[in-house]
């Protein structure tokens, strides 16, 4: 009888046990699920609306044209010195080192698959985070807990209209804008930087040349899907995050971690997706 009542015992604690261990590893997994599916419902959203005409209201295109400035403006001061210095460490470099063992015709390549298809994209989107993001994330937040959005719907405005679409495009359109500001500075500081250690065979117009001619037809697709997705996931990120915060969570202590980190993880995303896409 004692064996029987221990064993009756023992069996629901080891069950209740079990039962716990699954809610603890199903609890975080049914969360981030729940969590990529509201991403991908706003996402879908944002984008359909941004290809509709009758989105662009002359509100919607005057936010959308201060949204574009801070975009491209803003970021300029940053990406112009950082682009200077990838020249010097990355392209000067390269240029001289595989020119000394007289593999200079890789270099264009090397140029192409590091620099345009990796590199300029990643930098160009944590800039634009750090620059862009960050402003739009916190103005959505102090927007949300002062209940403007329920002024924009009152008033008969879509707040998704008014406050996210024209932020997402103006991130898209400015982070491709840098990304081709940023290649080319950096090969050109990179091609002078590199003739002060060594004289050059090609003049810089024959050098960006050579570096378009090596261009595969993919390359042409893959760099501004890149740029461009990468300032989509970035603004898709920042405004889902800083409009989903209300209260004490929408203060910027609370906003600015989450936020890093969540477009960390979206540049990095696209840019592994469309490689593999690529």
């Known amino acids: 009888m004692t064996i029987d009542g221990d064993l009756g015992t023992e069996l629901p604690a080891r069950r209740a046990m079990l039962l716990r261990l699954l809610a603890a ?125 329920r002024m924009l719907q009152a008033n008969g405005i879509d707040p998704l209209d008014y406050l996210v679409v024209p932020r997402v495009a103006a991130l898209a359109i400015g982070t491709f804008t840098l990304s081709v500001i940023f290649i080319i500075v950096t090969l050109a500081v990179g091609y002078f930087t590199a003739g002060l250690l060594r004289p050059s065979p090609y003049s810089i117009w024959e050098f960006f040349s050579r570096v378009v001619e090596t261009m595969d037809w993919r390359d042409f697709i893959v760099f501004p899907v890149k740029a461009i997705g990468v300032g989509v996931g970035v603004g898709l990120v920042c405004t889902m995050t800083g409009l989903r915060r209300g209260g ?23 840019s592994l997706l469309v490689d593999l896409v690529a």
Do not use: K
């Open 25 to 149: 590893i199903g609890r975080p997994v049914l969360a981030g699920l729940r969590i990529l599916s509201q991403a991908a419902s706003f996402a879908f959203y944002v984008l359909l609306h941004a290809c509709t005409p009758s989105t662009w209201r002359r509100t919607t295109r005057a936010e959308f044209r201060a949204a574009l400035r801070l975009s491209v403006l803003h970021p300029m001061r940053t990406v112009l010195p950082i682009a200077a210095l990838v020249g010097v460490l990355l392209v000067a470099q390269a240029w001289y080192w595989l020119g000394a063992y007289g593999q200079s015709d890789v270099t264009f390549r090397f140029l192409i698959i590091v620099l345009a298809r990796q590199i300029t994209p990643i930098f160009v989107g944590l800039l634009a985070f750090g620059r862009v993001g960050l402003i739009f994330l916190v103005e959505l937040g102090e927007s949300s807990s002062r209940g403007n959005w």
């Open 248 to 270: 004490a969570a929408a203060e910027p202590r609370n906003l600015l971690p989450r936020g890093f980190a969540r477009s960390v993880i979206a540049i990095f995303a696209v």
